[in-house]
Structures are given as C-alpha cells and as structure tokens.
C-alpha cells in the first residue's frame, strides 16, 4: 500500500530505538501528495529521520530489435508513431513520472501502462508487448547482457556506477529528469535524539562495509548515510519539484 501499512506500524511503535524502518520516498514525498488530507500519518510530525541510506536511478529500455540505439534516435522514431507505450512499476511512480515528463517537454504521444513490478513490464518489452519501459538496473542488467532488451538512457543527476557506460538523459539533451529517488531509515517521533544519532552512526557504518557498498553500488544505489538535518533539509529542497511532477502528471490512485 504504498508503504503506508508500515509506516502505520512504525508510529504505533514505542520511540526507544528498537523500532525503526528502511523505506522508499515514496513515505515522506508521493504518498503526502496523492493521498493529501486522507493519508493516515503525517510525517513531519509522526516521523524522525535517521538517514538517508541511498539514491538510486532508473533506466529507459527498448527492445533488442527496436530500431533505435540511443535517447535521440528513439525520440525520433517516437515522433513519427500515433502512439508508444511505457512501463513502469505503479502509478506516480519515477518511471511514471519520468514518460509523463518526456511526454510534456518532448511532445511525444506515450501512453502509460503500469504493472505490479518493473520485471513483468522489461519481460513485456522483450517480448513486443510493450514498446519501452522505465526499470532498475538489477532487473536490466541481465538481459542487457543476454542481448533480450536495450538501454537507453538513465534518469538521475549523473552515471550510475553500476552501469557507467550509459549516459544519462541530461547528457543525451533531455533536462528534467534527473531527480534522484531515495531511500531512507525512520524512527517513530519522539525518539530521544542519543538514539536517533546512534542509529545513524550504526547504518552509515553499514553502509560503509564495502561488500555491503559493492552490492548496493550492483543495484543501482549510490550509499549516502547523511545526518538527519541532512535528510530533512533534502527532502525540503525536491519536495516541490516532485509536487509539481505529481501533480501535472494527472497521477491518482486507482
């Protein structure tokens, strides 16, 4: 649900520092958009943040046999077809939001197609069912290698490490889509701050392992491990960007 059901159970939680949650953005930023008055928790006042733990990006895939191999030649064929479809892994998810964006600033005809995860929608593509499609690098990257799909571009403000061969929309000539999604660790409010900087040291020393780094790094996740002034300040900061995103995008929960 969105994350909501834990959440619910995390701020039902006493704050003593043996409860906490690793949880997407989607807590702190989508869901406070698309739910607005009707969302169960409030997480200004209901959450304490402990840390940002990653920042991860998504990429745009296309057939194997498509005839296309970069951002500008599948903008070019795009434009000569009455319509494209795109998946992504939910509605106002970032590979939702990401096509909606392309559609505005590009003027192309994409029609979204959300699915229950981003492995059925890359399995759709492989298949000619779906034209293109927004995933993670953990489920491309095997089928890249296999020859079954194509990269194209990566959303985010630079190169993921796990793929560095592939150029980001801003480097293709697309702006606009290199917001980077995150994840992060939250406490129930009211958590004495000795606990909150202990957990943060505790995770920002995981993090920190290098086979935990490496695995991350595998999976598209660039490790962070900030302070919590760190985190909020953040999250402030895009939390209009994503707003605007969320709301012209005509994203509702179905």
């Known amino acids: 649900a969105n994350t909501i059901v ?12 043996y409860t906490f949650m690793v949880t997407t953005m989607s807590t702190a930023v989508n869901n406070p958009i698309l739910y607005s008055k009707s969302l169960a928790y409030n997480p200004e006042k209901d959450l304490a943040p402990i840390t940002q733990l990653s920042y991860g990006t998504v990429l745009l895939v296309g057939s194997a046999s498509a005839p296309y191999k970069d951002l500008r030649e599948f903008i070019d064929w795009a434009k ?8 992504s892994w939910g509605i106002a998810s970032w590979g939702h939001l990401a096509g909606q964006i392309l559609k505005r600033d590009l003027g192309l005809n994409l029609e979204h197609v959300p699915y229950k995860g981003d492995v059925p929608a890359v399995t ?57 999604i995150w994840v992060g660790a939250y406490a129930p409010a ?19 392992q290098p086979e935990v780094m490496e695995k991350m790094v595998t999976q598209g996740q660039t ?7 760190q985190f909020i300040a953040n999250v402030r900061a895009d939390f209009p960007k994503w707003e605007t995103l969320i709301k012209t995008s005509g994203a509702k929960i179905e």
């Open 223 to 229: 490790p962070v491990g900030n302070t919590p002034e």
């Open 124 to 180: 759709d593509v492989q298949n000619g069912a779906l034209d293109t499609t927004f995933t993670s690098p953990t489920s491309a990257k095997p089928r890249i290698a296999a020859g079954a799909i194509r990269p194209i571009a990566m959303t985010g403000p630079q190169r993921s490490a796990s793929m560095p061969d592939l150029a980001t929309f801003t480097e293709q000539g697309v702006p606009n889509v290199d917001l980077a």
């Open 80 to 87: 000569g077809k009455d319509r494209v479809t795109y998946g």
């Open 6 to 17: 834990g959440t619910q159970a995390l701020i039902r939680s006493a704050p003593d520092g």
């Open 190 to 208: 009211g958590t004495p701050r000795p606990i909150i900087d202990r957990l943060q040291r505790e995770l920002k020393a995981v993090i920190n």
